[in-house]
């Protein structure tokens, strides 16, 4: 198993910018796909980029898309969520979640029900 911990979040204006980290223990994130989740207040996890383990392209939900940006470091072993032009609607508990690719190798990224391993979440508030 491997340990994340995400961090980052905060309030900011809308308009403003984040810079999620989700920092990995225990095994090497180069071996996972890796995913960003997020819960607004009283509604269900959705989910807003991923990327696999071996590179390749990245994918985001239609809200995030142009505005975020998922990356990795395999040598700090994080991963990270650039969050530009935020709105109020952005706000939400941040997740980070991994997945072994040979656990659900036809699922999409999108697909929370295939994530193993979850960090504990980081508040993003986006004030008007």
């Known amino acids: 198993q491997v340990q994340l911990e995400e961090s980052g979040g905060g309030l900011v204006q809308a308009g403003g910018s984040l810079r999620l980290s989700c920092a990995a223990s225990g095994r090497p994130l180069s071996s996972y796909h890796m995913a960003w989740f997020r819960q607004p207040p009283g509604k269900e996890r959705e989910f807003a980029a991923g990327?696999?383990?071996?590179?390749?392209?990245?994918y985001y939900s239609d809200s995030v898309k142009g505005r975020f940006t998922i990356s990795r470091d395999n040598v700090k072993n994080t991963v990270y969520l650039q969050m530009n032009s935020l709105k109020p609607e952005d706000t939400a508990v941040y997740y980070c979640?991994?997945?072994?690719?040979?656990?659900?190798?036809?699922?999409?990224?999108?697909?929370?029900?295939?994530?193993?391993?979850w960090g504990q979440g980081t508040q993003v508030t986006v004030s008007s």
């Open positions: 990327m696999r383990r071996a590179g390749g392209p990245t």
């Open positions: 979640a991994a997945r072994i690719p040979t656990s659900a190798p036809l699922a999409p990224l999108s697909d929370s029900t295939t994530y193993d391993n």
